[in-house]
């Protein structure tokens, strides 16, 4: 069984800074593209940012470019999400998830964690 | 403003049927597959639909999902108050994700 497990989260003042770690089991994490995927109070999602297997290739929002990195260690199966120069619009659920991509097709997220709550705030 | 455009909101009774458009560009849903998010009330997204009209295992064939264009949509037959929730398409465009703004289904 796939489990996508988050953590990390919490109350950050502007300007401040916040690790996220999303643990993944039940699958072969090294294979896999993933993402993180973030919804403010009460709004809709909005992907955050992608990572490859290997982590050769990112990609980003535009409005975390500069700001947020992503990165993983395959030994620990492990995802992560750094965010720096935190702003009150950054406010929302962080959702760590697992990026299918088949040949032929185009990715899409199949697996979810139940994600991790930041909050920036003075 | 999301790229990919989809109605706020959208109901209908039990047992009908009900369709939710996302439209978008040639860049995005016009040169790559569209999947639809399921997100029940206080929960995480759930896959629905993936590669324009193929369901996960699990998922019943109430869901459907079609593309046309630069436009997909995803059908549910026979309703249920279980169905209340929102629901997002995704799609991929020149390395990038991209969700729909959501929409909310209330079940009458």
């Known amino acids: 069984e796939v489990q996508l497990v988050e953590s990390g989260g919490g109350l950050v003042q502007p300007g401040g800074s916040l690790r996220l770690s999303c643990a993944a089991s039940?699958?072969?994490?090294?294979?896999?593209?993933m993402s993180w995927v973030r919804q403010a109070p009460g709004k809709g999602l909005e992907w955050v940012a992608n990572?490859?297997?290997?982590?050769?290739?990112?990609y980003y929002v535009d409005s975390v470019k500069g700001r947020f990195t992503i990165s993983r260690d395959n030994a620990k199966n492990s995802l992560y999400l750094q965010m720096n120069s935190l702003r009150a619009e950054d406010t929302a659920v962080y959702y760590c998830?697992?990026?299918?991509?088949?040949?032929?097709?185009?990715?899409?997220?199949?697996?979810w964690g139940q994600g991790t709550l930041v909050t920036v705030s003075s | 403003q999301s790229v990919l455009t989809q109605p706020p909101s959208v109901s209908a009774a039990p047992g009908q049927k009900v369709t939710i458009s996302c439209s978008g560009s040639?860049?995005?849903?016009?040169?790559?597959?569209v999947s639809w998010y399921q997100q029940l009330p206080g929960t995480a997204p759930k896959l629905l639909i993936y590669?324009?009209?193929k369901r996960p295992s699990g998922i019943p064939d109430r869901f459907s999902g079609s593309k046309s264009g630069t436009s997909a949509t995803l059908g549910i037959t026979g309703l249920q108050t279980g169905d209340e929730a929102d629901y997002y398409c995704?799609?991929?465009?020149?390395?990038?994700?991209?969700f729909g703004g959501g929409t909310k289904l209330t079940v009458l």
């Open positions: 039940g699958f072969t994490f090294s294979s896999y593209w």
């Open positions: 990572i490859k297997q290997d982590g050769s290739e990112k």
């Open positions: 040639s860049s995005n849903i016009g040169n790559n597959y």
């Open positions: 590669d324009n009209n």
């Open positions: 995704g799609t991929w465009d020149s390395s990038l994700s991209l």
């Open positions: 998830a697992h990026l299918e991509w088949l040949l032929f097709g185009s990715p899409y997220f199949d697996y």
